[in-house]
């Protein structure tokens, strides 16, 4: 089961009796939402590169520029897959392709995500 199967099955089949257990839901969707990859933001109209942020807190999640000793483009990631400020999952599959988006996959399946404490008891 997919992070989307499991949010989309508490979001449309589970009916919670009391308001407590509507917030357990609403803070377990909240978590497995997290650790679904969202593509970081980017300047779309920047003549030079630009920073990416963080599509769900807005934190700068990485920078690129160019080096002014070699004269030649730089990237630098902040974390490798989650948001520090925020533990959103980082989806780099367009920078990166598809090997980083399954090591990515399998640190999502053991559960190596950061400033999500709810997701930890999910799985």
Not at 38 to 64: I, T
Not at 93 to 112: A, I, S, V, W
Request: aromatic share 10%.
């Amino acid at each position: 089961m997919t992070n989307e199967e499991a949010r989309n099955i508490l979001l449309t089949s589970v009916h919670p009796q009391t308001a407590e257990e509507a917030e357990a839901i609403g803070i377990a969707v909240k978590a497995i939402e997290k650790m679904i990859p969202k593509k970081p933001n980017e300047a779309v109209y920047s003549p030079m590169p630009s920073p990416f942020w963080c599509s769900a807190c807005g934190e700068m999640v990485a920078d690129q520029g160019w080096d002014t000793e070699t004269g030649k483009p730089y990237f630098e990631k902040y974390d490798e897959n989650f948001c520090s400020n925020c533990g959103q999952a980082i989806d780099w599959g367009k920078y990166y392709g598809k090997e980083q988006k399954e090591t990515q996959d399998q640190n999502l399946f053991h559960g190596r995500q950061s400033g999500c404490d709810s997701a930890e008891t999910l799985g």
